[in-house]
């Protein structure tokens, strides 16, 4: 068709009408009605078939008519039964945020005879484009205030601890799977907390995989092995450590629990091994939390001038070339991450590691969960937080569990080092 195109056009050039007329058909038949209108106009040839008598042409505007449109078409080439009318207007506010719909659809159009329907701005559409928008009420008119306002305290509502959420709607579980030592329905313990089956089926899960619940027969579960065993008296740190060794395994790293106390970064408890060795302490991490994923989870859970009274006792050091030194550089990185998202040591304590944290308040002190990898590999250090994160409520549950802070590990097992920078 290309080709034959080729030779019409060849020969309109020459002075050929009926390659003109073939033309305009063609570029008609695809709705491109500017070209078809550029090939109708030819001036008419001197060409062998000028003389003859050939059929008049459809009308340009009888067209535009049937097809209800003023159609200027280029590319791709479509048929013409392709073409429907154009939509009315109303359809189109469907793309508008909700506020602006709503206040247009309060709001009855002038019906103007060339721009078709135009909305005169009321109080409610200024308030709704304000609130949209996330405008400054300060210099906003009174009318578009409420809107702006709004906007810019649904912004700052934002989830700020959905680990810690999640901890408490286990713990509600755990309490029901207590009270009936015999096994309890999954039912009966929707019953009693209250929660949706959504929630109840994630805080189950959670349950199960750090064995404080275990089923006992389909939808029916009972206090596992680690609940009976602090319910027996034993240390709070034993469960700990059992649940950091767990999620060793899980991320293939070593894992870390550390806390802010008495203004100091102190780690806690940790698990590693052989292929998941812990980082080497070269600088005190009490030195380091401007350039420690450890020391940025617990420095993100402080209020700003706590932030810099530990600064001010601990200058911002650089490490290595990687180092942030600077705190406001240091402050934005901390408050602009989203809920639950980890914070990275991107080789700032020391070249050739990279670690993460989560923070998991428990509502008294800062707290977190972190891991350290000896490889710089973005990847794998993505796909380790991301598992780090994930089960970062199973550390959480197993710290409100416990119900006492664990004891640092002893120096010779492992360097204090182990902090996960």
């Given at each position: 068709?290309?080709?034959?195109?080729?030779?019409?056009?060849?020969?309109?050039?020459?002075?050929?009408?009926?390659?003109?007329?073939?033309?305009y058909?063609?570029?008609l038949s695809?709705?491109?009605?500017?070209?078809?209108?550029?090939?109708?106009?030819?001036?008419?040839?001197?060409?062998?078939?000028?003389?003859?008598?050939?059929?008049?042409?459809?009308?340009?505007?009888?067209?535009?008519d049937?097809l209800h449109?003023?159609?200027?078409?280029?590319?791709p080439?479509?048929?013409t039964?392709?073409?429907?009318?154009?939509?009315?207007?109303?359809?189109?506010?469907?793309?508008?945020?909700?506020?602006?719909?709503?206040?247009l659809?309060?709001?009855?159009?002038?019906?103007?005879?060339?721009?078709?329907?135009?909305?005169?701005?009321?109080?409610r559409?200024?308030?709704?484009?304000?609130?949209?928008a996330?405008?400054?009420p300060?210099?906003?008119?009174?009318?578009?205030?409420?809107?702006?306002?709004?906007?810019?305290?649904?912004?700052?509502?934002?989830?700020?601890?959905?680990?810690?959420?999640?901890?408490?709607?286990?713990?509600?579980?755990?309490?029901?799977?207590?009270?009936?030592?015999?096994?309890?329905?999954?039912?009966?313990?929707?019953?009693?907390?209250?929660?949706?089956?959504?929630?109840?089926a994630?805080?189950?899960?959670?349950?199960?995989?750090?064995?404080?619940?275990?089923p006992?027969?389909?939808?029916?579960?009972a206090?596992?092995?680690?609940?009976?065993?602090?319910e027996?008296?034993?240390?709070?740190?034993?469960?700990?450590r059992e649940?950091?060794?767990f999620?060793?395994?899980?991320?293939?790293?070593?894992?870390?629990?550390?806390?802010?106390?008495?203004?100091?970064?102190s780690?806690?408890?940790y698990?590693?091994?052989p292929?998941?060795?812990?980082?080497?302490?070269?600088?005190?991490?009490?030195?380091?939390?401007?350039?420690?994923?450890?020391?940025?989870?617990l420095?993100?859970?402080?209020?700003?001038?706590?932030?810099?009274?530990?600064?001010?006792r601990?200058r911002?050091?650089?490490?290595?070339?990687?180092?942030?030194?600077n705190?406001?550089?240091?402050?934005?990185?901390?408050?602009?991450?989203?809920?639950?998202?980890?914070?990275?040591?991107?080789?700032?304590?020391?070249?050739?590691?990279?670690?993460?944290?989560?923070?998991?308040?428990?509502?008294?002190?800062p707290?977190?969960?972190?891991?350290?990898?000896?490889?710089?590999?973005?990847?794998?250090?993505?796909?380790a937080?991301?598992?780090?994160?994930?089960e970062?409520?199973?550390?959480?549950?197993?710290?409100?569990?416990?119900?006492?802070?664990?004891?640092?590990?002893?120096?010779?097992?492992?360097?204090?080092?182990?902090?996960?920078?």
């Amino acid at each position: 068709m290309e080709a034959a195109q080729f030779w019409f056009q060849y020969a309109a050039g020459a002075g050929s009408d009926t390659a003109a007329r073939a033309l305009y058909l063609l570029h008609l038949s695809r709705a491109e009605i500017t070209t078809a209108h550029h090939w109708r106009n030819q001036p008419q040839g001197t060409g062998p078939d000028s003389r003859e008598e050939l059929p008049p042409l459809p009308s340009l505007d009888t067209v535009e008519d049937t097809l209800h449109a003023s159609i200027i078409w280029a590319s791709p080439p479509v048929s013409t039964t392709e073409i429907t009318p154009t939509p009315p207007a109303e359809p189109l506010l469907r793309n508008l945020p909700a506020p602006i719909r709503y206040a247009l659809d309060a709001t009855a159009p002038e019906d103007h005879e060339e721009l078709g329907d135009i909305y005169t701005p009321t109080p409610r559409l200024a308030s709704a484009l304000a609130r949209c928008a996330r405008l400054d009420p300060a210099g906003l008119a009174a009318e578009a205030k409420p809107g702006a306002r709004l906007a810019r305290r649904s912004k700052r509502q934002q989830p700020v601890n959905t680990h810690l959420e999640s901890a408490q709607r286990a713990l509600r579980v755990l309490e029901v799977i207590h009270r009936h030592p015999e096994g309890v329905s999954r039912t009966q313990i929707a019953r009693e907390t209250g929660l949706p089956q959504l929630y109840l089926a994630h805080a189950i899960e959670h349950l199960v995989r750090t064995q404080l619940a275990t089923p006992i027969a389909p939808r029916v579960y009972a206090a596992g092995t680690s609940l009976k065993l602090a319910e027996n008296g034993r240390s709070g740190g034993a469960l700990l450590r059992e649940t950091l060794a767990f999620l060793r395994d899980e991320v293939g790293a070593a894992v870390y629990v550390a806390g802010y106390t008495d203004g100091e970064v102190s780690i806690t408890q940790y698990a590693d091994s052989p292929t998941a060795p812990a980082v080497h302490e070269w600088v005190d991490f009490r030195e380091a939390a401007h350039a420690s994923a450890v020391g940025k989870a617990l420095l993100a859970q402080l209020h700003p001038d706590d932030r810099r009274e530990h600064l001010d006792r601990h200058r911002m050091e650089a490490f290595t070339p990687h180092t942030i030194t600077n705190p406001q550089i240091l402050f934005t990185e901390l408050d602009t991450r989203h809920p639950g998202e980890p914070l990275l040591d991107l080789q700032e304590y020391a070249l050739g590691t990279v670690c993460a944290a989560v923070p998991i308040p428990t509502g008294t002190e800062p707290e977190c969960v972190a891991l350290s990898l000896p490889t710089p590999d973005p990847h794998k250090l993505q796909q380790a937080a991301r598992v780090l994160r994930n089960e970062a409520i199973a550390v959480l549950l197993a710290l409100l569990v416990g119900g006492t802070t664990p004891t640092p590990p002893r120096e010779t097992t492992a360097p204090q080092a182990v902090i996960h920078r």
